[in-house]
């Protein structure tokens, strides 16, 4: 008998022919992950109906606004067409529901805008988010993104974010729904970037015990390089103890005097200090702290660097930057590295640099950018090359054999029943050992999804005399 396909992501299976499969059986598992298994599909189902009474209440908060309206249209009629600017209607609205639902007016405001943003603008997510696909945050995630868009372009930039909903975390499809968006409309996405950077800013907040918060608002890339500068310098502390990124613990050293007990977290906010009351590291000795300089990955279409083209940049784990920031970051960099992709899928194909050593490396940083593991996070640089299929069983070490893992998950797929597919394009499949699958897409194969740059370069004039932008 056929074993039926069991399902991909939270709530349906995977599919590549397009048919309707069959539903998963527990039949034939082994109890332990039989009642692993039964426990996911209670919690796909809670998650399910959680979504549809969100896109409930997202259709009440609009007939809400539009109660608003209505009120706001007497008020105007009962003065004799005099103009007023009151919103007492609105607030009647909003303390009426708050003192209802037990909640402040401020989360009030957040439903009736996002609710009215779902049914009048984004009424394919408001059916995703009722059928169970996705949920809250990726609904919230699809309107912050694209909000700023023209109505023609917003239902295309809508099939194209849902088309990513299945297999992404809320945070992913948050980084991809920006993505999207800028590749559709560069120029509402520099004109956000430039009112972005006119709020920048420092804030302090006190906090408890002696303790307070300092908060940075400035260009991602910015912010980026300082906390991977910090990271860096943090873990070069104990580069000859047992701690790493994934465990935030003190050091396990032998010698009680020479161990550092502050963790992770700990050295980063003590060097932070340093830095910016003395300019360096001083509190740590006579270490060599101070040269650690920050590394941030951004990729730059060539076209955008040469200055004929707006496609975004894309800043490792953050999303689109200016391209201003982006070709400055170029021309003040100390190397590039030239990707070559795949012309339709943007696959990473080949990548050119100066140290042939590390090439296989930095072409699987560049494709992954991150742990490939479904909803990690954690930076390729920090993470392991691991081979799909293991080098003592045959496996080749090449970009299609292998993917890049956090520590954690490298050990957890080594220790558990997890399996790991290479489809090709830097796609690849997870099959839990529930047998669910789950799809996880590298970022330029995402980033895809719209139309690629060089398609618009065949519409550009080109004068050899021009300069370079950069």
């Known amino acids: 008998m056929k074993q039926p396909p069991p399902p991909h992501g939270p709530h349906r299976p995977v599919s590549f022919s397009g048919d309707e499969p069959e539903p998963h059986t527990t039949a034939d598992l082994d109890p332990h992950w039989r009642d692993l298994s039964l426990l996911v599909s209670r919690a796909e189902e809670n998650r399910a109906e959680m979504a549809r009474l969100h896109a409930d209440r997202a259709e009440l908060c609009a007939e809400a606004l539009q109660l608003v309206a209505l009120r706001t249209a ?16 609105l607030r009647e609205v909003m303390a009426e529901l708050a003192c209802a639902l037990r909640v402040g007016e401020r989360t009030i405001s957040i439903w009736l805008g996002d609710g009215a943003a779902l049914v ?42 849902l088309a990513r909903a299945d297999s ?3 945070p992913e499809l948050r980084e991809i729904a920006r993505v999207i968006a800028a590749q559709l409309q560069p120029e509402i996405a520099e004109q956000r970037h430039r009112e972005a950077l006119a709020q920048r800013q420092v804030k302090t907040y006190p906090l408890y015990d002696g303790l307070s918060r300092l908060l940075l608002d400035a260009p991602a890339a910015l912010v980026q390089g ?3 500068r910090v990271t860096d310098m943090a873990l070069a502390l104990n580069d000859e103890g047992d701690v790493t990124e994934d465990d935030n613990s003190g050091q396990e050293g032998d010698d009680d005097d ?26 740590h000795g006579d270490s060599d702290l101070a040269a650690i300089r920050a590394t941030v990955q951004v990729t730059i279409p060539i076209l955008t660097l040469a200055g004929v083209d707006d496609a975004p940049a894309i800043l490792d784990g953050h999303g689109p930057i200016d391209v201003e920031t982006a070709r400055i970051l170029a021309a003040a960099a100390a190397s590039w590295q030239r990707v070559m992709i795949h012309p339709v899928t943007a696959e990473p194909l080949r990548l050119d640099t100066y140290e042939p050593g590390k090439r296989l490396r930095r072409l699987l940083d560049a494709r992954d950018r991150c742990c490939r593991w479904p909803g990690c996070r954690r930076k390729a640089r920090r993470s392991d ?8 069983d045959g496996g080749k070490t090449c970009a299609s054999n292998l993917e890049i893992l956090c520590r954690r998950h490298h050990r957890l797929k080594h220790a558990s029943p997890w399996l790991i597919e290479q489809l090709g394009g830097g796609t690849l499949l997870f099959t839990s050992p529930t047998r669910r699958k789950y799809r996880n897409d590298a970022p330029p194969v995402i980033e895809a999804a719209t139309e690629p740059p060089w398609m618009r370069l065949l519409s550009i004039p080109y004068d050899p005399a021009d300069p370079a932008d950069f």
Do not use: K, M, W
């Open 74 to 89: 007497q008020r105007h009629a009962a003065r004799g067409g005099r103009e007023i600017g009151d919103t007492i209607p």
């Open 385 to 392: 090359a691991d081979h799909t299929i293991a080098f003592s």
């Open 168 to 170: 992404a975390t809320a």
């Open 226 to 228: 300082i906390f991977e």
């Open 120 to 161: 009048h603008n984004f009424p394919a997510t408001l059916e995703a988010l009722r059928a169970g696909r996705i949920d809250e945050r990726h609904a919230s995630a699809v309107i912050d993104a694209g909000t700023p868009l023209d109505d023609a372009t917003r239902p295309h930039y809508e099939q194209l974010v």
């Open 258 to 283: 020479d161990r550092d007990d502050r963790t992770l977290d700990q050295r980063r906010a003590d060097i932070v200090c340093d830095l910016l009351l003395s300019g360096a590291p001083a509190a």
